[in-house]
């Protein structure tokens, strides 16, 4: 943004106004990607394994996985959320993803 001649670039209050938007909306973009990170980075392994119907320990596979979009005042950041299968149950579940 003010990189040599960018400035002058810039002629009237609006342009100014909408090129700052634009760095604030990469700069949330990049820290909440880097926050979403860090809390999956956090779970513990076995307890988000449990199955909330009995207990078990649910097994991971590759099509389990969604993805999901958590939406902002300033865009959407997108997360894979792992699912774990439960034998025992039958059931696909998805233990709580990052916090919004």
């Not at 106004?17 to 973009?29: F, M, N, P």
């Not at 394994?49 to 993805?67: A, F, N, V």
């Amino acid at each position: 943004m003010f990189g040599d001649g960018k400035l002058d670039e810039l002629r009237t209050f609006v342009q100014k106004d909408d090129q700052a938007c634009e760095v604030v909306d990469e700069l949330w973009q990049w820290m909440m990607e880097k926050h979403l990170e860090k809390d999956e980075q956090a779970d513990e392994v076995e307890a988000k394994r449990r199955c909330p119907g009995c207990g078990g320990i649910g097994k991971g596979r590759e099509e389990d996985k969604e993805h999901r979009d958590l939406i902002g005042q300033h865009g959407a950041v997108g997360f894979e959320r792992e699912g774990f299968y439960c034998g025992r149950c039958r059931k696909v579940f998805f233990p709580s993803g990052p916090s919004a």
